[in-house]
């Protein structure tokens, strides 16, 4: 097991509305990072967090926001939801900023209809 | 722009044969590589990784290797086993951001 738990396990929403995810990290990690995948396709990185700050970014729209509180889990935030962000939200711990090994949790499947 | 890509998206190979996995990718800058097993209702689970200065690396019986003048990479399975059926999937990464390719889908026909 890697100890990265996420909740919830599965997640129905509507267009238009907004939804949160949740992420606990693997003990001792600092950082966590936050992916999309969809159905079919690899991973896409929307951001990281460390120490409670933004650490990088992709190509996601305002919309998708975050937050890493002080024991280092973390909160994804997606707003104004659209068909498109029907998939797997992944989330991964890893030591430290910078540090390539990431661990994943199992994911949150969205779906938006 | 960026992007890690594979060439085949499924493979399906008997049980006890050795599988190969292939991947391409564009950015020379990146610091490593590597390699995702992704199993039905999980996240992806690290296999093995290579540094960009290396051209090879074993597991257990796993092998990754690293052509960077052809920017090619690819991951052997040796003995595949039913339990190795899953998506694979290559990364590269630079400060810690992992962009993935698409993924391989490998079947193990017993």
């Known amino acids: 097991e890697t100890g990265v738990t996420q909740s919830p396990t599965h997640l129905i929403k509507t267009r238009g509305q907004q939804v949160t995810l949740r992420c606990s990290s693997q003990s001792g990690h600092n950082t966590v990072s936050w992916y999309q995948q969809a159905l079919g396709q690899g991973p896409q990185f929307i951001f990281q967090y460390y120490r409670e700050e933004e650490n990088g970014r992709g190509n996601f729209p305002p919309r998708f926001s975050g937050l890493q509180f002080p024991n280092y889990s973390s909160e994804l935030n997606v707003n104004a939801l659209e068909l498109d962000d029907s998939a797997l939200y992944l989330c991964?711990?890893?030591?430290?900023?910078?540090?390539?090994?990431?661990?994943f949790g199992p994911g949150t499947r969205l779906t938006v209809t | 722009g960026e992007s890690v890509g594979l060439h085949l998206p499924t493979l399906s190979v008997q049980e006890g044969d050795n599988s190969i996995i292939n991947c391409a990718y564009s950015?020379?800058?990146?610091?490593?590589f590597i390699w995702y097993k992704q199993e039905s209702g999980k996240g992806p689970q690290f296999i093995i990784d290579?540094?960009?200065?290396?051209d090879k690396r074993q597991g257990q019986r796993v092998t990754v290797l690293l052509n960077k003048t052809v920017k090619h990479l690819s991951l052997q399975i040796a003995a595949t086993q039913p339990g190795d059926s899953a998506v694979y999937f290559c990364?590269?990464?630079?400060?810690?951001?992992?962009?993935f390719g698409q993924g391989t889908e490998l079947s193990v026909k017993p």
């Open positions: 950015n020379s800058a990146s610091d490593y």
């Open positions: 290579i540094r960009s200065n290396m």
């Open positions: 990364a590269e990464t630079t400060g810690g951001k992992l962009i």
């Open positions: 991964a711990s890893s030591l430290d900023r910078g540090r390539y090994e990431q661990y």
